[in-house]
């Protein structure tokens, strides 16, 4: 068990992604105690000196106590009387001894002190990494305390100067607007930082703004007489003057956002030139750009889309089953939501891949044949069909086979679409995710260690560990800036708002999913965006009646009629909007907000099977609930079923989009309901 620790900001300590229980405010003290001391030795008597004023008799027992209860946090499984490796005795006293990347505060220091001796293209993702570890002031429970104030002293100036470090950087590689939002905030908080200003106003400078580089140095005169009386320093003067001359030295260097458009420019006309315009290299490297361009946002998305299939018949108009398979499986873009985006196409390409397969010598090939492969397993996501998951398989032990890690990912993607075959199967999923992180963080494929992180983010909401989930979703934020993914933080953004829903904020968390579905429009994604906000309102709806359920029922006693579910009247909807796929699972809701509940059992009665996909256990609780309120036993009966196996999960959390809350309190509702010698809700 490897156990880290988190100082840049409260003191915490978490093992596998897990926080432990550190007990009270003094065996925290104690554990921060020992990291400010750096692995060095603490006196129990300097300890006891810095946990209380005026000591208590026995206060040296105490502290032992507090340190042998640490110990049973930290290293749970140490066998007794074996001695300790973290938190050990040294003569007077003790000791923490963590690795040296295994404290928050020390990886800083390393990554700043790191990214000042690297080139700028580097040193930037060091820093925004280093900066992303804070959580608050360091030690931020223990600002009265002596022993932590030099502590967070010293940190909190390293963090200053590393923000400063940042913008200084981002200046050099020409990102001058970048730089801009950071250093507002942070003068805002920090007045007196005369680098900083001069940061600021060369960077407005930058983006023809003279007038506003002009206007943040008067504000730094100002700021600088008024709090400290002093005047601006040399360099900002000499800024200002070089400013109203437009001396060339403030230009911005040559950014990499010019050089590389003049590099794409000439290789692109070179290419042009050199290779046949009929030229099947021509056809593959059109493949890679279509494959490049998907990942680029809502329009190369939905362009990658359109000319994927004008490819693949290109390809097969060759005639070589090969290329054809090449061509298919050359794209093997990452995917995370379980609904096509374009059924028609998926199936046009699934046959595709059908014959290259058929068509390929059977004795050879076994790359391009797991490619294929794992393309059927991606397109046919979300049917019942056993194609797909036997694709799934194949393609899998092909490339386990062959020890191609790119291989491996791509067919490890088709083995997370065909993961649904039915509920409760998160645990599986968080194995793939797992797999996918480790193995593409090793091999340097980024957009399949995004989509592991996603992976990780939905099957640890399905199980209800959101510090697991929210790690990812930070991972996923910090990769998809670094290398230039937005649509990657499209459904981090959803994540949060389900984070509201499930910490019982619905108000919150209605004003964060309508924010996220107007990231969708243009996203490229019709498959995810159709009816998803719509959904997303009903399941908070239908969460705060259970709410409201609950609580009737502690008012009541025990005396209260009806199931958890039963509510105070009829969840209301918006039956007028675009509920796109999930329109069956929202219509009985609307009769019943109507006061037609006949139709409303039979509109229950005529669902059809949830799709095997992310959202398969809300549209199962979904019926659920609505067979509560219409006292419908068969379905309720065939809910059960479907449910069990997902008993210790929460409803929907599994999407990473929204939640409908624990399964297991459905399926509560459920079994007080059938128990129930009659209709399980009384008639309204």
Same mark, same amino acid.
């Given at each position: ?93 003790? #000791? ?20 000042? =001796? ?57 990102? !001058?607007?970048?730089?801009? &939002? ?10 007196? @930082? ?58 911005? &260097? ?44 809502? /329009? ?20 070589? &089953? ?23 196409? #998926? =199936? @046009? ?14 004795? !050879? ?62 645990? @599986? @999923?968080?194995?793939? /995710? ?7 963080? =090793? ?30 979703? #930070? ?82 006693? &025990? ?30 809701? #609307? ?5 037609? =509940? ?49 008993? /210790? ?36």
């Amino acid at each position: 068990m490897r156990v880290t620790f988190g100082v840049l900001g409260p003191t915490v300590a978490e093992s596998d992604g897990r926080a432990l229980a550190l007990k009270g405010p003094r065996h925290r003290a104690v554990l921060a105690r020992l990291v400010v001391a750096r692995r060095r030795v603490v006196p129990v008597t300097h300890l006891v000196g810095d946990l209380w004023t005026d000591p208590p008799p026995g206060a040296v027992g105490a502290v032992q106590t507090f340190v042998a209860a640490l110990r049973r946090v930290l290293e749970p499984d140490r066998p007794s009387r074996a001695p300790a490796r973290l938190l050990v005795t040294d003569g007077p006293g003790y #000791a923490l001894r963590p690795e040296p990347d295994a404290v928050d505060a020390w990886c800083f220091e390393t990554a700043v002190g790191a990214a000042a =001796r690297l080139p700028a293209t580097q040193a930037l993702p060091r820093l925004e990494e280093a900066l992303a570890l804070w959580r608050g002031p360091a030690y931020a429970e223990f600002e009265e305390e002596d022993w932590a104030r030099g502590e967070r002293s010293r940190l909190a100036e390293l963090r200053l100067q590393a923000v400063e470090q940042r913008a200084r950087t981002q200046l050099d590689l020409g990102l !001058a607007a970048e730089a801009v &939002p950071d250093l507002d905030v942070h003068l805002t908080a920090h007045p007196w @930082r005369e680098d900083a200003w001069r940061l600021l106003a060369l960077a407005l400078y930058r983006q023809d703004r003279q007038g506003d580089a002009l206007g943040v140095l008067r504000r730094a005169r100002a700021v600088l007489a008024d709090q400290l009386g002093v005047d601006p320093g040399l360099r900002l003067r000499r800024l200002e003057a070089d400013i109203l001359a437009q001396d060339p030295g403030l230009d911005p &260097p040559a950014g990499p956002t010019a050089t590389a458009a003049r590099l794409w420019t000439r290789t692109a006309a070179a290419y042009d030139r050199t290779v046949a315009a009929g030229a099947r290299a021509r056809l593959e490297t059109t493949v890679s750009l279509i494959r490049n361009l998907a990942v680029t946002g809502g /329009g190369g998305l939905a362009a990658a889309r359109q000319h994927r299939m004008e490819a693949i018949a290109a390809a097969e108009e060759f005639g070589d &089953p090969d290329l054809t398979a090449r061509v298919i499986g050359a794209y093997d873009v990452p995917a995370i939501w379980t609904r096509s985006d374009d059924p028609e196409l #998926a =199936r @046009r390409i699934v046959e595709a891949a059908e014959r290259a397969l058929t068509a390929l010598p059977g004795d !050879a090939h076994e790359a391009a044949r797991c490619r294929l492969l794992a393309t059927i397993a991606l397109e046919t996501r979300g049917s019942r069909a056993p194609r797909g998951l036997q694709a799934a398989r194949e393609a899998e032990e092909i490339a386990r086979r062959l020890d191609d890690p790119a291989l491996l990912a791509f067919a490890l993607n088709g083995a997370f679409m065909q993961s649904f075959t039915r509920a409760g199967l998160a645990p @599986r @999923r968080d194995e793939i /995710g797992g797999e996918l992180v480790e193995l593409a963080a =090793r091999h340097d494929l980024v957009t399949y260690e995004v989509l592991g992180h996603l992976i990780r983010l939905q099957a640890r909401g399905a199980l209800a560990d959101f510090a697991a989930a929210d790690r990812h979703a #930070a991972a996923v934020d910090r990769l998809a800036e670094r290398h230039e993914l937005p649509l990657a933080s499209v459904f981090t953004q959803w994540y949060r708002a389900l984070r509201l829903a499930a910490s019982g904020q619905p108000a919150g968390a209605e004003t964060a999913y309508r924010d996220a579905a107007a990231r969708l429009d243009g996203a490229g994604m019709p498959g995810l965006e159709r009816g998803l906000l719509p959904l997303a309102l009903l399941c908070l709806r239908v969460q705060r009646r259970r709410t409201w359920s609950d609580t009737d029922s502690r008012e009541t006693g &025990p005396g209260g009629t009806g199931p958890r579910g039963s509510g105070p009247g009829p969840v209301e909807i918006d039956p007028g909007a675009d509920w796109g796929p999930y329109r069956p699972w929202a219509t009985p809701f #609307a009769l019943l907000a109507s006061g037609r =509940r006949a139709e409303a059992r039979a509109a229950l009665r005529a669902l059809p099977e949830p799709p095997r996909d992310l959202m398969y256990e809300v549209c199962c609780c979904l019926e659920s609930v609505v067979a509560l309120e219409v006292g419908d036993r068969d379905v309720l009966e065939r809910a059960r079923a479907r449910l069990l196996p997902a008993a /210790g999960e929460l409803a929907g959390a599994g999407s990473g989009l929204i939640t409908l809350g624990r399964v297991e309190d459905h399926l509560a509702d459920i079994t007080t309901a059938l128990r129930a010698p009659t209709s399980p809700v009384p008639p309204r």
